[in-house]
């Protein structure tokens, strides 16, 4: 079963920027649409960006012109590059191909007022 670790995150003041790393057990990112997840206390996990095999990105409105996701097929790594970070940012955040089932732990980001 492949596996998917998350890290990167941390504590960091509002306006600032931290890059979010997710490291796959396999060369499989390249190959499926790959999602970054966020998760904040007391609300439901949502869906952050995407980068499909083709290369073409999407973004949730709240992070639009902020974040960017990448990948490095080589690296087997999909990243998130997070600027001008606002604390509504705060949450874990998760990545995985959009149709596996499984999660990973994670990465805590808090962002500071």
């Known amino acids: 079963q492949v596996q998917f670790v998350e890290s990167g995150g941390g504590l960091v003041q509002s306006g600032g920027s931290l890059r979010l790393v997710c490291t796959a057990s396999?060369?499989?990112?390249?190959?499926?649409?790959m999602g970054w997840y966020r998760q904040a206390p007391g609300k439901q996990r949502e869906l952050v960006a995407t980068l499909t095999s083709g290369g073409t990105t999407n973004y949730t409105d709240s992070v639009k012109g902020r974040f960017t996701i990448s990948r490095d097929n080589a690296k087997n790594t999909v990243y998130l590059q997070m600027n001008s970070l606002k604390p509504e940012d705060t949450a874990v955040y998760y990545c995985?191909?959009?149709?596996?089932?499984?999660w990973g732990q994670g990465t805590q980001v808090t962002v500071s007022s």
């Open positions: 396999a060369r499989i990112v390249g190959f499926y649409v």
């Open positions: 995985k191909p959009t149709t596996f089932p499984s």
